[in-house]
């Protein structure tokens, strides 16, 4: 038996095959963020032990979506699009371990195998879904700027049903784009058990980008609507108060985590 080559399934005698490459793993988007804030007991519904709620603004929610490019250190991906390009919107809540605050993704929704497969590495609670965005473009005829005025929208589907819509008209410069999805992460990883006696494998583990760069995050006028679904819970998180809408262009590059706890035996 020759052995096996592959950061990740499937496991083959050459690797060429594997769905995703070793870390290191780079982004390159435009992210357009949604602040608001729900009933504090919907949140804490989605924090498992051994998390707690953020002290401080507790039901604050950020739903974002993403259009991103990404490679691995060859960067071979960006000559083969299909392999680097994808959408996704994820909804990030905070949390507190230890006396620390976290940020930690509850939902999340992308277009690509490969970024799922991603996501089980990292603890994030993948699942397909269909994701648009308007994209800025420096000629007007058929796309905003990033600028005063720009005007750009947002859906997330899932299961053949819109799960959201957003609209945002930027209005000015601001010096983030929001402060929920500003923390590391805190996310749980695990594998169930092939007897169905619980997990085998569950651990909480911490992660955040090892480096990042962003341009200049804008600010504006927000209108977000969330739908009810028969096999999502997004709408749980019904929407009280927005706080903002912002829109920024961002790198980042990820690079492992660490363990905060074992919770298996």
């Known amino acids: 038996m020759g052995q096996q080559q592959g950061f990740f399934y499937p496991r083959t005698a050459t690797g060429q095959a594997s769905l995703i490459p070793s870390?290191?793993?780079?982004?390159?988007?435009?992210?357009?963020?949604?602040?608001y804030r729900t009933d504090p007991a919907r949140v804490a519904e989605l924090l498992p032990e051994p998390l707690s709620l953020a002290e401080e603004d507790p039901g604050a929610v950020a739903l974002i979506w993403a259009d991103w490019q990404s490679c691995s250190s060859s960067r071979e991906e960006l000559l083969d699009p299909v392999r680097s390009q994808y959408k996704e919107c994820f909804v990030v809540v905070r949390c507190s371990f230890e006396g620390r605050t976290y940020s930690r993704c509850?939902?999340?929704?992308?277009?690509?195998?490969?970024?799922?497969?991603?996501?089980?590495h990292q603890g994030y609670p993948k699942k397909l879904g269909s994701m648009w965005q308007t994209r800025p473009h420096p000629?007007?005829?058929?796309?905003?700027?990033?600028?005063?005025?720009?005007?750009?929208?947002?859906?997330?589907?899932?299961?053949?049903?819109?799960?959201?819509?957003?609209?945002?008209?930027?209005?000015?410069?601001?010096?983030?784009?929001g402060f929920?999805?500003?923390?590391?992460?805190?996310?749980?990883?695990?594998?169930?058990?092939?007897d169905g006696r619980g997990d085998a494998y569950a651990e909480l583990i911490e992660s955040a980008g090892a480096s990042f760069e962003g341009g200049?995050?804008?600010?504006?006028?927000?209108?977000?609507?969330?739908?009810?679904?028969?096999?999502?819970?997004?709408?749980?998180?019904?929407?009280?108060e927005v706080i903002g809408g912002y829109y920024r262009q961002v790198g980042v590059t990820w690079n492992g985590g660490r363990t905060l706890a074992k919770l298996s035996e």
């Open 180 to 194: 929920v999805n500003g923390h590391p992460m805190a996310h749980h990883r695990v594998y169930p058990s092939i």
């Open 139 to 177: 000629f007007a005829q058929a796309a905003p700027q990033i600028a005063v005025g720009g005007v750009f929208g947002a859906t997330l589907a899932a299961g053949d049903r819109r799960l959201a819509e957003a609209v945002l008209t930027l209005r000015e410069e601001v010096p983030s784009n």
């Open 216 to 240: 200049p995050a804008w600010s504006g006028d927000v209108e977000l609507r969330l739908f009810d679904s028969p096999t999502e819970e997004l709408s749980r998180l019904s929407v009280d």
């Open 106 to 120: 509850v939902y999340i929704w992308v277009d690509k195998d490969f970024a799922i497969l991603r996501g089980l």
């Open 23 to 35: 870390p290191p793993w780079s982004y390159s988007g435009d992210l357009l963020t949604v602040e």
